[in-house]
Nanobody
Framework: QVQLVESGGGLVQAGGSLRLSCAAS????????MGWFRQAPGKERDFVAA????????YYADSVKGRFTISRDNAKNTVYLQMNSLQPEDTAVYYC?????????????????WGQGTQVTVSS
């Protein structure tokens, strides 16, 4: 059974930084793409960033390009999301997600495994 556990969320002032981590277990982590999504209150879950199995290809939502960086350490079965220049509109629950396929995806329905989420709150 695949398990994804996020950590690193919290409260930060606008302009600050946070690094989220997602620890994976239950399968060969290094073979599969991973993604980060976020969901603000009353809104749909939106794509934030994704990374291929090796870490060589990354994809970002336009709203976070240049501010967020996704990376992975396959030896540690962990994927990260470095978030810089945070703004109040980045406030949301952030979810780590894993897919069973080999292609990097940017939509929620293409992901099979989800973590429980970690809250990120950015104050103005």
């Amino acid at each position: 059974q695949v398990q994804l556990v996020e950590s690193g969320g919290g409260l930060v002032q606008a302009g600050g930084s946070l690094r989220l981590s997602c620890a994976a277990s239950g399968r060969t982590f290094s073979r599969y793409p991973m993604g980060w999504f976020r969901q603000a209150p009353g809104k749909e879950r939106d794509f934030v960033a994704a990374i291929n199995w090796s870490g060589g290809d990354t994809y970002y939502a336009d709203s976070v390009k240049g501010r967020f960086t996704i990376s992975r350490d396959n030896a540690k079965n962990t994927v990260y999301l470095q978030m810089n220049s945070l703004q109040p509109e980045d406030t949301a629950v952030y979810y780590c997600a894993g897919t069973s396929g080999s292609v990097v995806r940017t939509t929620t329905r293409r992901y099979d495994y989800w973590g429980q989420g970690t809250q990120v709150t950015v104050s103005s």
